[in-house]
């Protein structure tokens, strides 16, 4: 019985996290996001979508296993910006100072001095593969502000290092994640990248921070006054450069995060009977 109990503790890692595959917060909580102009779901977590579908701020709902009476921080970041052979992270939104609305689970912005980041589209530049987006939702800590050296990151946005921010501030353990996908490519390129969820180029040079949390759901509102990725606060376009074909058939040969998933969870239960068969 002593190996049933052991495979069966390591049944929790199988959990698949809601942030993108090799993002810096990995969360098992789902914080369901919604594109209402588009009528667009973020479900499930990778599903790619056009650009279309997400030019305006979304909204998220509360998770029903937390607090109805919190103020909470949302974070939206893009990991996969080519830039001098590797790649380096997009802050493309930060909402602070959200609360539920009225008797739903809908988050919104309640009047706040607090500085944020305002919600900018996903406009991946082209031949740069499928690009990540991670939503991810933080208690907000007691008399939060921005620090003085985020000032102007929160204004130029490439390289925002959300581990070192959320030491500078307090964060403490992520409440619930979410990921989508946009690709600016041809036709064949996104029916292909619609097929998978697999890692794209070089991953973020931060050590991921796995967190175990209950299943749930979410929502927030913010107004679209922000212009491309490409083209505004010294973003990265002007020197980003495609990945190398070596990345793109690395992609192609990666196996996509459920069958994975699937795979590990056979192997687990299979063994899980043959402990209990051997006890």
Do not use: C
Not at 66 to 71: F, I, K, M, R, V
Not at 236 to 265: I, N
């Amino acid at each position: 019985m002593q190996h049933s109990y052991i495979i069966l503790s390591l049944l929790p890692a199988l959990v698949v996290s809601q942030t993108a595959p090799q993002f810096v917060v990995q969360v098992q909580n789902n914080l369901p996001v919604t594109y209402e102009a588009s009528n667009t779901a973020v479900t499930p977590p990778g599903v790619l979508l056009p650009r279309d579908d997400v030019l305006e701020a979304p909204t998220v709902t509360l998770p029903e296993s937390e607090a109805s009476n919190g103020t909470y921080l949302l974070f939206m970041v893009d990991q996969d910006v080519p830039r001098n052979g590797t790649t380096v992270t997009l802050l493309h939104w930060l909402q602070p100072s959200l609360q539920r609305s009225g008797s739903n689970a809908t988050l919104t912005a309640a009047n706040s001095t607090i500085q944020g980041a305002e919600y900018r589209p996903p406009t991946p530049p082209g031949g740069s593969g499928p690009h990540r987006y991670s939503f991810i939702l933080y208690d907000q800590p007691l008399n939060f502000s921005i620090p003085s050296e985020y000032t102007s990151i929160l204004s130029t946005r490439v390289g925002f290092n959300l581990t070192a921010f959320g030491a500078a501030v307090g964060l403490g353990q992520p409440l619930a994640g979410n990921y989508l996908r946009v690709l600016n490519g041809t036709e064949a390129e996104t029916s292909s990248a619609a097929t998978m969820t697999g890692t794209v180029g070089v991953g973020p040079t931060e050590s991921p921070t796995v967190t175990a949390s209950t299943t749930g759901s979410a929502s927030s509102t913010a107004s679209n006054n922000s212009p491309s990725d490409a083209t505004t606060g010294g973003e990265a376009s002007a020197t980003e450069s495609a990945p190398a074909p070596s990345e793109t058939a690395s992609e192609a040969s990666t196996l996509t995060k459920g069958s994975l998933r699937d795979l590990l969870l056979g192997l687990a239960l299979a063994a899980v009977g043959a402990g209990m068969w051997m006890a």
